[in-house]
């Protein structure tokens, strides 16, 4: 997942984690054309996918295991906010659940939430 730099409200990252990691990253490189880089997960890779001639990814396929394995098999975006504590208690005061997290990566954290319609969504900031 790339670090944000982006104003609050940002999509700045999407993913998908799924049982069958390798399946679905070949399924979209056939299907939308995406490369494959392998991301290092200490005994198996995840993986950023990259649009045709690109050099930055767009999205992940992670495979739902250990600290995934709590995430829904669906596309999650996530979205820059300002405060992620802040955006977690509020995310609950109206009826939406933490799905996973807080977690750490670099200097910022994320989480993975549902809403009170049951879509989810993810949210990363300081």
């Known amino acids: 997942m790339a670090e944000p730099k982006a104003p609050p409200g940002t999509i700045v990252w999407t993913d998908l984690t ?5 399946g679905v990253r070949d399924f979209y490189q056939a299907v939308v054309g995406w490369r494959p880089e392998p991301v ?14 690109a050099s930055d990814p767009v999205a992940g396929v992670c495979h739902a295991r250990g600290v995934n394995a709590r995430l829904p098999p669906r596309w999650i975006v996530y979205v820059a906010v300002d405060s992620l504590d ?3 208690a509020e995310a609950q005061r109206r009826g ?4 996973d997290g ?16 049951g879509a989810a969504i993810g ?4």
């Open 18 to 22: 799924v049982a069958d990691a390798p």
């Open 40 to 53: 290092p997960m200490g005994g198996y890779d995840d993986y950023s996918m990259l649009p045709p001639g």
């Open 86 to 88: 802040r955006a977690l």
């Open 96 to 99: 939406g659940q933490i799905l």
């Open 102 to 117: 807080p977690r750490a990566m670099g200097e910022l954290r994320f989480a993975a939430i549902e809403d009170p319609a």
């Open 123 to 126: 949210l990363i900031g300081p």
